[in-house]
């Protein structure tokens, strides 16, 4: 059997494909393997040229795959897509990533650090946290104005304005409507 020098793998969940080819082109390894035997087969595997597709958790076996001294390079998957033969399906998809990693004008994507994905993974929370906020003042404002009661669009206004609608007797609210508009203040910005 010939020395694999660039190895496609599809990553998925429980199982993964690898379509690996020699120095010359030729198909020297097809495999499918689970999730727990992957490390193993690397770990034995002589270094090679590893290409992953730049999807969930590829960092995460770029990392695991470069410890056993392999070459891991991750590919956007737009840059993949052209090279698929046929039907899409794992082994095809393993097969495209091959072939796109043996590609000399390739762009990759570079392979991130853990530090680098906990401060990836910071800003995507903070952001969707930001969002959820926004869409919940959002639905309050529209609310309060079925009540007749218009607020400013900046969330200070409605910061503001939340704690004095739901205690003010004189308000346009009922008091069914002052309990539920007070959780969803207490939810969004605590009891301040």
């Given at each position: 059997?010939?020395?694999?020098s660039i ?13 690996g080819?020699d120095?010359?082109g ?7 393997l ?12 002589p270094?090679?040229v590893?290409?992953l597709e ?13 410890t056993?001294?392999?070459t891991?390079?991750?590919?956007a ?7 698929l ?14 072939e796109?990693v ?10 991130k650090?853990v530090?680098?994905q906990d ?8 952001s969707?946290?930001?969002g ?20 400013p669009?900046h ?30 203040r207490v ?6």
């Amino acid at each position: 059997m010939s020395h694999t020098s660039i190895i496609g793998l599809d990553t998925a969940k429980n199982v993964f494909q690898i379509h690996g080819v020699d120095s010359t082109g030729k198909v020297s390894l097809r495999k499918r393997l689970r999730r727990g035997q992957l490390t193993d087969f690397f770990a034995n595997l002589p270094e090679c040229v590893v290409g992953l597709e730049a999807t969930q958790g590829a960092h995460y076996w770029a990392r695991v795959l470069g410890t056993f001294g392999h070459t891991v390079r991750l590919v956007a998957p737009q840059f993949v897509k052209p090279y698929l033969k046929s039907q899409k399906n794992d082994a095809n998809d393993a097969a495209a990533i091959c072939e796109a990693v043996g590609r000399p004008h390739m762009h990759f994507v570079p392979g991130k650090t853990v530090e680098q994905q906990d401060l990836q993974a910071l800003h995507r929370v903070r952001s969707r946290l930001i969002g959820c906020r926004t869409q919940l003042s959002n639905q309050v404002r529209g609310l309060l104005a079925e009540y007749g009661i218009v607020l400013p669009q900046h969330l200070s206004y409605l910061k503001k304005a939340l704690p004095q609608l739901t205690q003010d007797a004189e308000t346009r609210l009922s008091d069914f409507a002052k309990r539920i508009f007070n959780e969803l203040r207490v939810a969004s910005y605590g009891r301040d």
